[in-house]
């Protein structure tokens, strides 16, 4: 019976030396997975276009790790990942007349992603259908609304779009 008793007893302190242990490196594992650098940018941008923080951090961790100089196969740039004519279109939606910017700057990037995420909820008024149009293209989702195969109500995409997301690479 005392063997049962310490054996229970070194069970329950085990765990809670491992609790503990993971309750402090948990935290610091998932903050190096998933950093959220550029707060200022992040929470200044989101609150005027309106858009959710965490799925800003979320475009930057998956379109660029948090790279600032990130560029894709696409020529997509920066953090968030536009490419130049998308760039250019948003300049002029926002009236934006700056031959300078950039998006290897961290706050233009964000500023940008920010107001095309905005845009494309407005448009699709569904952040999944959102979400895709800006990783794969507005073209793109818009053919894949318009095939009863991938988007039954023509507004959202269904589960299949993941697959030709996944072939368009």
């Given at each position: ?36 650098k ?66 290897f ?63 368009d690479?």
């Open positions: 019976m005392k063997s049962k008793i310490k054996i229970l007893l070194l069970i329950f302190v085990s765990a809670a030396v491992l609790f503990a242990a993971f309750s402090v490196t948990g935290k610091t594992v998932m903050k190096t997975l998933y950093p959220m550029y707060t200022e940018y992040v929470e200044k941008y989101s609150a005027e276009y309106g858009v959710d923080p965490e799925l800003v951090y979320a475009v930057i961790k998956t379109e660029s790790s948090f790279n600032p100089d990130a560029v894709s196969y696409a020529n997509a740039e920066g953090l968030t990942q536009i490419i130049p004519e998308t760039f250019d279109w948003l300049k002029m939606r926002l009236g934006e007349e700056d031959e300078n910017l950039s998006l700057d961290p706050e233009t990037s964000i500023k940008y992603g920010a107001y095309f995420l905005s845009y494309l909820i407005d448009e699709y008024e569904n952040t999944d259908t959102a979400i895709a149009a800006y990783h794969a293209g507005v073209g793109n989702v818009n053919k894949w609304l318009e095939d009863k195969s991938v988007s039954a109500d023509g507004k959202t995409l269904d589960e299949a779009y993941e697959g030709i997301l996944n072939n690479k």
